[in-house]
């Protein structure tokens, strides 16, 4: 996808060459015949620029409708629309992380306290709660939403000013720590009420001469058009950034941070850059969860969804966007559908809400030994999870002295020039066969 | 902001009971992490396995409910460790075969060893939520055999307004104990010098004829061991267990282990004696609910301005 920008400037990429690059294996595999008149679709679907997003509203958008119609196999009625919102914020916080984690690659555990702010960024600024409740202001919702992404951003900002200096995996427990304390802290302090939390946020409403609209009073459906434009949002952002000078600093830093500061990337902005776009994401994503649910309590944010939010991203694919897409649906309809498949609560004796953590836990470890990509891997990063980070020592060291059941094919050397350069690699692989 | 002085020995007495606990655990995490330099994320989880494996065997298996005394007492006290050590360590070995191995045969990344290990975490620590099997814990808390009588008819005497029990009394002598048995193990014996051998530098060890397989497989065995120790005493010292009594314990283990040094076991002990003191300290100014915050911010400020931990990074200490 990286250099996706600059080709296509120059010339127009067909699809032959687009699956080469991308789906080296299936590219093998289809004969001209099929890729020849898909090539006509695929250059008019390039060709269409930002409309393919408005393309991809409107589909989004048929959703509610399919599943009022009994169209859409599952989750239908009043359950699947609650779904279909759960779906839809969860692929903010999964776009967010993915680009802290899977193109910055700093492991943050501790995301979901920045989707907690911005829930209660705007409880507090909105006319929520009793007349005993602390507001700092009481505006419109539609004027809280800056404020929600901006104090996400500056938690991002203060956290990882002093932290991303340091070691990777000190990280990973310094943010899990960052999580509990703002956690604690809305569970402690009497200005967010406590463990009892914050009721009767209000809903936005549309108020225009010719139109009015309060959100959620006639239908669920309303919530999932305010998501889609953040959603579509995001990605357009994320994107962008990932083919700019900013994704490739974000690709040289989680490659190697060392020869990345060497060559002069700035690396502690760009982390604290990449920290602070998924915070503003998740900012987003808790306005709209305040708003649509109008009460947030300290334990709607666990530190279980964190890790929730992360396992998504890891199954999904990392640094890839419509991997993160992939695992948030994945995340929060497969319970769901399994639910309605089985009919009851349980699966072999298993709760499904609590066994699908213990679920997803099998799959991390699953997907990091034989997948470490995630399912819908980025091209640019499909090799390097497999890589012997050079810099990082002991754990390369002591692997490949193991003369035993070592199942890497070849000799250093082929995994030296497989890590180096993926394409490369795809090239050499081909010729031989 | 009001200080209440009549605290101070209560919270320096909790302090160093809590803080032996924090210690014990902390063992593990910077034993994993002096060999292979990797935070090993699911030790919480291990720790569990120590207070489940106890909870089960004596209390449901062996029916072992009320108070005992004399030598029956001592035995007992002995098999609960012994069991619980023995159970955590092999859920240590079996994590390192699942989790971390295949990755090592594979020159994974750092990333994907911190990822596997937090699946390995939920995975172990939502199995416990769940009832269908004898030893599962299931959602609420459970009662743990108390074979030591904690109240008024028990041992104890006061201290600084503090009532010291028989369980409290035991947690902060086996931490000591474990701790002695642990610096003697890592700096007298061979398995020792070669745990020391492989943190240092890893490539002369394995010329030197240290097999890395064995000894890392070691290292977590003896670091789960004494977070079994720690899961078994937790539940003695509080009576009861649920299935997520891992977590809380398991952050505050690491910024213990952070805070000494991590990689370096005095350092862990230190730092584990430390927090406790300091998280507990903070009571007599603060209100209790602020204790775990209190100790969570410990963590970033320790890394930013003292990140090697006060006694360094040096396993042999």
């Known amino acids: ?164 200096r340091l070691r990777g995996d000190y990280l990973a427990i310094v943010t899990l720590g960052f999580h509990e304390i703002v956690r604690q802290s809305a ?247 | 902001m009001d200080c209440n002085p009549g605290l101070i020995g209560p919270a320096l007495i909790t302090g160093l009971i809590l803080g032996s606990l924090y210690a014990l655990i902390a063992l593990g995490y910077t034993m994993v992490y002096g060999v292979l330099k990797l935070i090993n994320f699911a030790h919480d989880a291990v720790f569990a396995f120590g207070a489940v494996s106890t909870w089960y065997i004596l209390g449901q298996v062996f029916g072992l409910v009320g108070p005992q005394s004399g030598l029956t007492l001592v035995i007992v006290l002995l098999a609960f460790l012994m069991i619980g050590g023995l159970a955590s360590g092999g859920v240590a070995v079996g994590l390192e075969r699942v989790a971390y191995r295949p990755l090592r045969k594979r020159h994974a990344a750092r990333l994907s060893y911190l990822i596997s290990a937090i699946g390995a975490s939920f995975f172990a620590t939502y199995m416990l939520q769940q009832d269908f099997l004898p030893f599962m814990l299931g959602p609420g808390p459970r009662q743990y055999p108390n074979v030591i009588e904690a109240g008024a008819a028990g041992f104890s005497f006061s201290l600084m307004n503090v009532r010291v029990t028989g369980p409290r009394l035991l947690v902060v002598v086996a931490a000591f104990v474990c701790f002695f048995i642990l610096d003697r193990l890592i700096n007298k014996t061979s398995t020792g010098r070669s745990i020391r051998a492989l943190s240092e530098d890893p490539v002369a060890a394995q010329l030197m004829g240290v097999n890395v397989d064995r000894v890392i497989v070691t290292t977590f065995f003896v670091g789960g061991f004494f977070g079994g120790v720690a899961g078994a005493l937790y539940g003695t010292l509080f009576g009861s267990i649920a299935w997520n009594l891992g977590f809380i314990p398991g952050i505050k283990a690491f910024t213990a282990a952070v805070l000494g040094g991590i990689g370096n076991i005095r350092g862990a002990m230190l730092g584990g004696l430390l927090l406790g003191l300091i998280e507990n300290g903070s009571t007599i100014c603060i209100g209790p609910e602020w204790k775990n915050v209190i100790a969570f911010t410990m963590l970033p400020l320790v890394l930013i301005f003292r990140p090697t931990g006060i006694m360094g990074e040096r396993i042999g200490g």
């Open chain 1, 187 to 433: 569970n402690n302090l009497t200005i967010t009420n406590g463990s009892r939390g914050i009721a009767q946020i209000p809903s936005p409403v549309i108020d225009l001469p010719f139109w009015k609209l309060e959100f959620g009073l006639d239908a669920e459906y309303h919530w999932w058009f305010l998501l889609i434009p953040s959603i579509l949002l995001a990605v357009i952002m994320i994107r962008h950034l990932d083919d700019s000078r900013v994704g490739r600093y974000w690709a040289a830093i989680r490659e190697d941070e060392v020869a990345a500061a060497a060559m002069g990337v700035p690396v502690t902005k760009m982390k604290v850059l990449a920290f602070v776009i998924g915070a503003s994401v998740s900012g987003v994503a808790g306005w709209i969860y305040a708003i649509k649910f109008g009460y947030i309590a300290p334990n709607s944010f666990p530190l279980l969804l964190s890790i929730l939010v992360l396992c998504a991203v890891v199954i999904g694919g990392l640094g890839s966007i419509a991997g993160a897409v992939l695992g948030a649906i994945l995340v929060t309809t497969l319970p769901e559908i399994v639910r309605e498949l089985s009919g009851s609560e349980e699966v072999f004796g298993f709760d499904i809400e609590a066994g699908r953590i213990a679920v997803f836990g099998v799959l991390l470890i699953i997907v990091m030994i034989y997948r470490p990509g995630g399912l819908l891997a980025a091209q640019r990063r499909r090799t390097e999870l497999q890589e012997a980070g050079a810099a990082d020592g002991v754990v390369t060291i002591l692997a490949a002295d193991d003369t035993g059941a070592s199942d890497t094919e070849g000799d250093p050397s082929d995994q030296q020039v497989k890590t180096r350069d993926a394409d490369l690699w795809d090239v050499q692989k081909k010729g031989d066969e």
């Open chain 1, 1 to 164: 996808m990286a250099s996706s920008g600059t080709a296509a400037k120059t010339k127009r990429e067909d699809l032959r060459a687009y699956l080469d690059r991308n789906f080296p294996r299936l590219s093998e595999n289809l004969p001209d015949a099929a890729v020849g008149p898909m090539n006509v679709a695929f250059q008019g679907w390039r060709r269409m620029g930002y409309f393919r997003y408005l393309i991809a509203a409107a589909l989004m958008a048929t959703i509610p409708w399919l599943m009022d119609n009994d169209i859409l196999p599952l989750l239908q009625g009043g359950y699947g629309i609650n779904v279909l919102f759960t779906t839809g914020y969860w692929i903010l916080l999964t776009l967010g992380l993915s680009v802290v984690v899977g193109m910055a690659g700093l492991l943050d555990l501790g995301y979901v306290a920045f989707f907690m702010l911005g829930a209660y960024t705007t409880a507090l600024m909105t006319d929520s709660g009793g007349p005993d409740q602390w507001h700092l202001v009481t505006w419109s919702p539609w004027v809280v939403l800056p404020f929600a992404v901006i104090v996400a951003m500056a938690a991002g900002f203060i956290l990882g000013v002093p932290t991303l």
